[in-house]
């Protein structure tokens, strides 16, 4: 247990609806990195959060958005789903940024846009 | 902008080979540079990471030094076990951007 919690694990919704996947770091962690996992695009970084405020954003779709809250729980939003939009969903959280820290990651949600 | 390429799998070898999977990277920067692995069905686990150049990575059997000469960080391990199949991503980690880049995987298939 890596002590990054996702929910839900899955997640079917149909085209066009919006959905929101959440993130609970792990105690003391202030990084929070959202990635899409899709087969032919591998691992591709989303945007990432430090105690707040956004850090470095990645491939982020407009139609996507995401932030930290206070608690450093964090939400990615995904509005007018496309098929195309189905695909694992990971997030990792750090203590700092990752020049000298490692990433723990959870389990993911897996979307599933029928 | 920052990137990581690995060796396009899938990698099959039998029980007790010798195992390598290239890495390399290019970063604004002295980046560092992590092996993840993932199990089927679960997240990434951190496997070894290298925060400077010639430092070496290791864990469980698996190691990989930061070569910044080659921009590398290959991994390697002697003799690779059944329980090891699975996939295998290169990463790596700026200070300036604050990004954590990934290659796309190397899966890895050890048969007995």
């Known amino acids: 247990d890596s002590g990054v919690t996702q929910t839900p694990k899955h997640l079917i919704t149909a085209t066009g609806q919006r959905v929101t996947l959440r993130c609970s770091p792990r105690?003391?962690?202030?990084?929070v990195y959202w990635y899409q996992q899709s087969l032919d695009q591998g691992l591709q970084f989303l945007i990432q959060?430090?105690?707040?405020?956004?850090?470095a954003k990645g491939n982020i779709l407009e139609r996507f958005s995401a932030q930290q809250f206070p608690d450093l729980h964090s939400e990615l939003n995904l509005s007018s789903l496309e098929l195309g939009d189905s695909a694992l969903y990971f997030c990792a959280s750090s203590v700092g940024t990752v020049r000298n820290t490692e990433a723990f990651f959870g389990q993911g949600t897996r979307l599933t846009v029928v | 902008g920052d990137s990581v390429t690995q060796m396009e799998g899938p990698v099959t070898l039998s029980e007790e080979a010798f195992l390598t999977i290239n890495c390399t990277y290019t970063a604004t920067g002295y980046p560092s540079l992590f092996w993840y692995v993932q199990y089927p069905g679960e997240g990434l686990q951190l496997l070894l990471k290298a925060t400077k150049a010639d430092d070496k990575g290791s864990n469980k059997g698996f190691e990989a030094t930061y070569r910044k000469e080659t921009t590398s960080f290959h991994l390697e391990k002697g003799s690779v076990q059944v329980s090891d199949s699975a996939v295998y991503f290169c990463?790596?980690?700026?200070?300036?951007?604050?990004?954590?880049?990934f290659g796309q995987g190397t899966t890895l298939q050890v048969k007995p």
């Open positions: 959060y430090y105690n707040g405020e956004e850090r």
């Open positions: 105690s003391g962690d202030l990084s």
């Open positions: 990463a790596s980690g700026s200070s300036n951007t604050g990004k954590l880049i």
